[in-house]
Structure formats: structure tokens, C-alpha cells
T-cell receptor, first 110, second 113 residues
Framework: EDQVTQSPEALRLQEGESSSLNCSYTVSGLRGLFWYRQDPGKGPEFLFTLYSAGEEKEKERLKATLTKKESFLHITAPKPEDSATYLCAVQADSNYQLIWGAGTKLIIKP | KAGVTQTPRYLIKTRGQQVTLSCSPISGHRSVSWYQQTPGQGLQFLFEYFSETQRNKGNFPGRFSGRQFSNSRSEMNVSTLELGDSALYLC????????????FGPGTRLTVL
């Protein structure tokens, strides 16, 4: 069964304290892996798409990486405005349907 | 460029009633997907429409249905509401068929009493 697991469920960091969020997945064949950010009361906002193992993408303080079994979202020197829930989703070769993880709630304290 | 809009933003219904939610995608986007989001289950895929045709469907009962119009606007209907249907219903649009980045609306918060 296709599955996506995100860890940790919640992460509290001090401003400037770098860390990583994990997204592990089990699919028969990966078509794409997506990272989104969701602020309270809003819909998710697209961040990155990764297609193959070894691929990396960066945007400001965020960097996403992909292996054959998992993806990491690295946050470097985070600021309070980076506080949000980060969602990971995968799309399998066999199905266009996105399978979503439960998310990691990130809190950055000033 | 206007984003994805959803109406209404908030809705309160009682068990047994039915509800219709509306979604207007970004201009030029032909794919519209619907999701249910709850604290316990996270984001769950309901269905996707592309050029007025339902292309994919999630594991939800037949009480959940949808349609897409020729202008790509979409509606979602839930009949015979149950308490467990209380959730945030999100609509997302994309240019292609679910392999491009999706742009989400703010959602409709449905409360079933």
C-alpha cells in the first residue's frame, strides 16, 4: 500500500537554529514528491517538486532533497515567519492521485 | 492574477442535510481537485476533474459527488450529512492533470451539528 510518513509531528526551534524535516514514502514507482507549506486557516502553498533520487531544490532558507525512500526539508537559520505546517505528498506512477503525509508543525521562537 | 476562490468560507449544517461547495480555479487552469482536511486524517483526496470529466476519485462514499463546468469552475456536493463530515474542504487547481504544482484555495470550513 502506498504510504507517506512525516516526522517529527511537531518541532520547536529557536530563531537561527537549523534543522530538518523528514518525509518517508512507500510507493510502487515515484512520479513526483511535493512539499507544501500551510499556515493556519489557509490552504497549502506549493514549495517544491522533486522527481528523482539525488535531486535537490532550494528556496530562500529551505532546501529539499530526495532519495529512493525519503525526502528531507532542510531549514537553515529559520525565522519566526517560517512557522507553519509543512506537508509532503507523493504521486505514484500508477495513479495520478496525491498521497499526503500528516505534516510537521514547525514553530520558530524569536 | 487572481487565486483560487472558494465559497462559502464557512458553513454550518445539521445531520441529514445536503451541502454544495463552489470552487473557481485560476484562469487557464483546467484541473480541479477536492480534498477533505481533518486534524485526525490530514489531507484526503476526494476527486479530480479535468475538462469537465472526473479523472480520479478517492475512497469516499457516494454521498460525496462533484462536477466541473465548461469554464472549469467546480462544485462539490455532500448529501445526507454526517457529524464526521465536519472538516475543511479544500479545492486546488493546476494547469495540467495532477502532475504540476497545485494552487489551493482558502477552503470551506463545514461544521455539521
Amino acid at each position: 500500500e502506498d504510504q507517506v510518513t512525516q516526522s517529527p509531528e511537531a518541532l520547536r526551534l529557536q530563531e537561527g537554529e537549523s534543522s530538518s524535516l523528514n518525509c518517508s514514502y512507500t510507493v510502487s514507482g515515484l512520479r513526483g514528491l511535493f512539499w507544501y507549506r500551510q499556515d493556519p486557516g489557509k490552504g497549502p502553498e506549493f514549495l517544491f517538486t522533486l522527481y528523482s533520487a539525488g535531486e535537490e531544490k532550494e528556496k530562500e532558507r529551505l532546501k529539499a532533497t530526495l532519495t529512493k525512500k525519503e525526502s528531507f526539508l532542510h531549514i537553515t537559520a529559520p525565522k519566526p515567519e517560517d512557522s507553519a505546517t509543512y506537508l509532503c505528498a507523493v504521486q505514484a506512477d500508477s495513479n495520478y492521485q496525491l498521497i499526503w503525509g500528516a505534516g510537521t508543525k514547525l514553530i520558530i521562537k524569536p | 492574477k487572481a487565486g483560487v476562490t472558494q465559497t462559502p468560507r464557512y458553513l454550518i449544517k445539521t445531520r441529514g442535510q445536503q451541502v454544495t461547495l463552489s470552487c473557481s480555479p485560476i484562469s487557464g487552469h483546467r484541473s480541479v481537485s477536492w480534498y477533505q482536511q481533518t486534524p485526525g486524517q490530514g489531507l484526503q483526496f476526494l476527486f479530480e476533474y479535468f475538462s469537465e470529466t472526473q479523472r480520479n476519485k478517492g475512497n469516499f462514499p457516494g454521498r460525496f459527488s462533484g462536477r466541473q463546468f465548461s469554464n472549469s469552475r467546480s462544485e462539490m456536493n455532500v448529501s445526507t450529512l454526517e457529524l464526521g463530515d465536519s472538516a475543511l474542504y479544500l479545492c486546488a487547481s493546476s494547469y495540467g492533470q495532477l502532475y504540476n504544482e497545485q494552487f489551493f484555495g482558502p477552503g470551506t470550513r463545514l461544521t455539521v451539528l
